[in-house]
């Protein structure tokens, strides 16, 4: 198959600049590796509420069920933010990755050598890092019920439950597993399997799912270690596979270690339909200026053609590409520093479309 | 009241030969200050197993119920991991502070400035760190029921509860902002309000407290974003309050960018007895070879005196006295740095005890 249909959503901010700048970069792939590439736009997040009064319009749910992967600029701002808790932008990013199935949310952190002193890190201690977080992205603490704000006796009582079934430990351990042989062979499965029993059988089970793996070194590792290994040597880690909270604060925490988070993508798979989108947020700050990184966006595209179209020649053909023109020395503002050659958000998009 | 007694329980690893060289040092600060110590040695962790078959005995309950203050080496080590869950030497600590109502966790991370070098952190970037971490330590998810691994049809489920009552995050957020009146008057708290019920209620009940602490700067923060922040500007941080789990993460990578965890204390309060502990592990690969760090259990007691005798001046002297030590290029191994002169753990131990 040679065509596949793209959903499309800009979402708020900064979203729409972004994701203009990635959709000509798919353009120029599309050209170069005789690809047809149907776009789909829907809206979500705050644009979808100002336009249906929900972020997740079932519009925006039936374009995305029809496609062959999702394209997410970035959802929320300060306009939407003291909406009720049911109806808030992030909602529609929770209901997606529900309703996609997508459990394996891939977040590499990798430092560019040319943007090496953006780092708050010393140069010997991220030059080279290149880390894959594996986190799991539709069960956990984020999902599990009970939920909710009670009333107990006199006063109210907060309470999440975090739940792992065997089955879902099994499938985000397997996928971390595969995605290891393609890099380092090396997984990190990090759990507080000392406090916490639901940890203590996601150890166990990816212990067993290593069985298969014998290929693939395995350790496991404190959550809160963890944190702070980030911070200490950060070369020590290949691939790290976590929980959903864990891996929402250690992926965060290794994306900062490159000091560039306007570079980074990430994936979200595992079900039929692959989402791609940047982790960086919708910046509202800035939006609107021409001056937001669109790399990120571009990366994530990237990475949609090795998992959704299992084409990893064109993300490879992406990534050269940004490497070239950065390379030259053209920065958007975020990751300019003194000598290099500022250029708007067009300007970048139009740049790494022409290298493809 | 001039008497104190505290309970010293030096448990497993290097636990008793750094808990010897705070002794040491309390004995200096007795003579000096006038005060009287009577120590009560108990057993808690691995040294507890071996002898009573349970971490934490009842010998050990009544001793230290019968202090003033409690002064905790380290406890855990290989020779205990493969225990069953229930009777693993972390039990006692989850035990004890439950005991004490130990409710609130202080961790100062603090650079030296004598110690820059050994943060990954870029100089500019952690000189003149200064963060304190109040840690919810009683309730969260580290305790909440249901917990365990039950079987759901035919696969296993592990569950934890995260949940907060309003009197847990009210008491909880006071400390904070009293803390914050004697530092530079402003609170993160930090929680992830737009995924986890019991975090908006969290929040809600910060925002409520702080009405009577308007003195106090208080803002919001996710916890993905602030394990983000501390990695890219530290020195934005005054007090840092947060839940259980997410203290204990964000504590050990705020510890981590000082570079030197063998510095770093931590007090456990709220309840009538105070815990005192440094924030590192029993490091037992190091045990018994006197090279461990002692300063983090020195500057422990210190914490002692300030928070369980209201007597903050023998704090400030313990703090003199080991800034006095580092400045005349005193180095146990783990912070050593050439031209430096390196000293064991007994001798780091005298040399602050001779300084008070
Ligand atoms: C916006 C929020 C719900 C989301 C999450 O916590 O998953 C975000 O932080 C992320 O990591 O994609
Ligand atoms: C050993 C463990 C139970 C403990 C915790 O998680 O609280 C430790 O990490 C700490 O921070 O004191």
Request: net charge negative; proline share 4%.
């Amino acid at each position: 198959k040679r065509e596949f249909t793209i959903a499309v959503l800009p979402g708020d901010g900064i979203g729409p600049e972004i994701v203009k700048q990635a959709v000509k970069v798919m353009d120029a792939v599309s050209e170069k590796f005789g690809i047809k590439l149907n776009y789909k736009y829907a809206l979500i997040g705050g644009a979808a509420i100002d336009e249906f009064g929900v972020p997740f319009p079932d519009e925006t749910k039936e374009v995305i069920l029809s496609s062959d992967a999702v394209l997410l600029g970035a959802v929320g701002g300060p306009k939407w933010d003291n909406l009720p808790f049911e109806i808030r932008p992030e909602r529609a990013l929770l209901g997606m990755r529900k309703l996609l199935n997508a459990f394996a949310n891939l977040r590499p952190a990798k430092l560019y050598d040319e943007l090496l002193d953006s780092s708050t890190l010393k140069p010997e201690v991220v030059k080279g890092v290149d880390i894959m977080v594996v986190r799991e992205l539709t069960s956990g603490i984020y999902f599990g019920i009970p939920r909710g704000i009670f009333v107990d006796g006199d006063e109210r009582v907060g309470i999440n439950t975090l739940r792992y079934y065997e089955h879902e430990v099994e499938r985000i351990a397997r996928v971390a597993f595969e995605v290891a042989r393609k890099r380092n062979k090396r997984v990190t499965s990090v759990d507080k399997a000392n406090v916490l029993e639901a940890t203590v059988l996601w150890r166990e089970v990816v212990e067993k799912v290593h069985e298969e793996y014998q290929d693939v070194e395995l350790n496991h590792m404190y959550v809160d270690n963890a944190a702070m290994q980030i911070i200490r040597w950060p070369k020590q880690f290949d691939v790290i596979v976590t929980t959903n909270i864990f891996g929402d604060i250690l992926s965060d925490a290794c994306a900062m270690l490159t000091g560039s988070l306007g570079m980074l993508p990430s994936a979200s798979i595992g079900g039929k339909i692959g989402l791609y989108e940047p982790i960086h947020g919708s910046a509202p700050d800035i939006a609107g200026q021409n001056i937001a990184n669109p790399i990120a966006t571009i990366n994530s595209a990237g990475m949609m053609f090795t998992y959704s179209f299992n084409m990893p020649e064109v993300e490879e053909a992406i990534d050269k590409a940004v490497r070239s023109v950065l390379a030259k020395g053209y920065r958007t503002k975020d990751i300019y520093s003194e000598g290099c050659k500022l250029v708007s958000t067009e300007e970048m998009g139009d740049l790494i479309a022409e290298e493809i």
